[in-house]
């Protein structure tokens, strides 16, 4: 039997940064604002070191976090670069191609296998982002603006802008710090969140008006036919999911989305585990926000995932 990696501390880790010669920092397909953030700052920290460090991601930056990276992010780590992977619970969710094994994995998913040589994961870490920050503090390294920016939108993004119960007087501690070396949240505010599209503003309407109450679960599918009607993407539909949480009563919050290969599912919630219920359906992530994606088409997508939750909450008596 292979035994468990162990994790690394933050000064160990600290020390690795301080001997590496050209880093090639990257994160999760599909990247969010912890994704990028962390990455970002991750990579202005190995500059202040004095290390060659660059930011390889395959997919376009989507466009609400495009003012994040300084430069277009190279689509693949290349070869004789160090990989130091952020906010990416599993190898397999590494958003560009690597030749080298993974050298450093930062992340807070309590799911993390701890496939990296180095490993440093806290899964009571609300961000990435607020571990690479933790690295700042070890190397005695100051937030400037830009990386203060970059780290403060890692937590906005994971805390759903402070909201979720992954909050903690440390959340608002380095919050604090931030707002010192120059973020102004209300410009981070608009850069995020005043920047969308139309067809991202009728997609997630869609996707609210496709929302079906079953008790104590409230599942929305959007497909193709939604795409076409409002010329948006399935990744401009995924803002969709905060906007389903208000219901009265709701336990388990789920948006299944089209793909090719079948269907993408996110789950939220403030009490179920479905993180739990997103590993048994061939996904991951957090506790309280998880995914999968499934090769079953959309209606047959909302069918397994009632089933995944019969036992799980209470589904009434079906559509109400
Ligand atoms: P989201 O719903 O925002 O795409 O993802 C929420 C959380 O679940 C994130 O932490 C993300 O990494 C994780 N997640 C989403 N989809 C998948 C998946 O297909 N596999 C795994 N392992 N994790 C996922
Ligand atoms: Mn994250």
Redesign the pocket.
């Known amino acids: 039997m292979q035994t468990r990696p162990t994790a690394n501390t933050t000064r160990q880790v600290a020390d690795l940064l301080r001997s590496l010669n050209q880093a090639a920092v990257t994160t999760?397909v599909?990247p969010?604002g912890d994704a990028i953030g962390s990455a970002i700052a991750l990579m202005y920290l190995l500059r202040s070191l004095g290390v060659k460090a660059l930011f390889c991601h395959a997919e376009a930056m989507p466009s609400y976090l495009g003012w994040l990276v300084p430069s277009e992010p190279l689509e693949e780590c290349p070869p004789g670069y160090d990989v130091l992977v952020v906010d990416t619970?599993?190898s397999d969710?590494i958003g560009a191609p690597h030749e080298e094994a993974v050298r450093l994995n930062l992340d807070h998913?309590e799911d993390n296998p701890l496939y990296g040589e180095y490993n440093l994961v806290d899964p009571d870490a609300a961000a990435s982002a607020h571990i690479v920050a933790g690295l700042y503090t070890e190397l005695g390294i100051a937030l400037d603006k830009k990386t203060a920016e970059a780290i403060y939108t890692g937590i906005w993004a994971d805390t759903g802008g402070f909201r979720f119960r992954n909050v903690s007087p440390e959340t608002h501690e380095l919050v604090a710090n931030l707002l010192r070396a120059g973020v102004v949240p209300a410009e981070v505010y608009d850069r995020l969140n005043r920047t969308g599209t139309i067809e991202q503003l009728n997609i997630v309407g869609v996707s609210m008006a496709n929302a079906e109450h079953y008790g104590e679960a409230l599942i929305s599918v959007v497909d193709e036919d939604d795409y076409e009607r409002t010329r948006a993407t399935e990744l401009d539909s995924k803002d969709a999911?905060d906007r389903l949480r208000s219901v009265s009563g709701v336990e388990v919050v789920g948006h299944l989305r089209q793909v090719e290969e079948g269907t993408k599912a996110?789950l939220r919630s403030e009490r179920v585990n479905v993180g739990e219920i997103?590993r048994a359906l061939g996904?991951?992530?957090?506790k309280l926000?998880?995914?999968?994606?499934t090769r079953k088409a959309p209606q047959e997508a909302k069918e397994e995932l009632l089933a995944a939750l019969k036992d799980v909450v209470d589904l009434g008596s079906g559509t109400n």
Not at 283 to 286: E, F, N, S, V, W
Not at 289 to 293: D, L, P
Request: hydrophobic share 20%; no cysteine; net charge positive.
């Open positions: 999760h599909g969010d619970s599993r969710r998913h999911i996110s997103a996904g991951g992530g957090h926000a998880a995914g999968y994606t």
